[in-house]
Nanobody
């Protein structure tokens, strides 16, 4: 069964850090683009970061550049999103998603496999 499972969300104070993990099962991440998206209730889903194994392209939304870092561990079929200097505007449900053969960035509609999401709350 093709599946992505996120973990690592939680409550953090402004200025703090979290590392989100995305575990892939049922397929390998080779040649896939892996995207991190976030969504606040009532708002559109936002692309946060993306990494493509096809061409090595990397994308960060302007709102997270310099604070977030995407990385992957091919040996363990994992993707991570290190989030530093968090602020309340980063509060959202974060999803990882996979799309075979894409470069980054790519529209969320291109992504075929989605995780269930993990909630990040930044609050004092």
């Amino acid at each position: 069964q093709v599946q992505l499972v996120e973990s690592g969300g939680g409550l953090v104070q402004p200025g703090g850090s979290l590392r989100l993990s995305c575990a892939a099962s049922g397929f390998t991440l080779d040649y896939y683009a892996i995207g991190w998206f976030r969504q606040v209730p009532g708002k559109e889903r936002e692309g946060v970061s993306c990494f493509s194994s096809r061409d090595g392209s990397v994308y960060y939304a302007d709102s997270v550049k310099g604070r977030f870092t995407i990385s992957r561990d091919n040996a363990n079929n994992m993707v991570y999103l290190q989030m530093n200097s968090l602020n309340p505007e980063d509060t959202a449900v974060y999803y990882c998603a996979a799309e075979w053969g894409s470069s980054c960035p790519a529209p969320d509609l291109y992504f075929e496999v989605w995780g269930q999401g993990t909630l990040v709350t930044v609050s004092s």
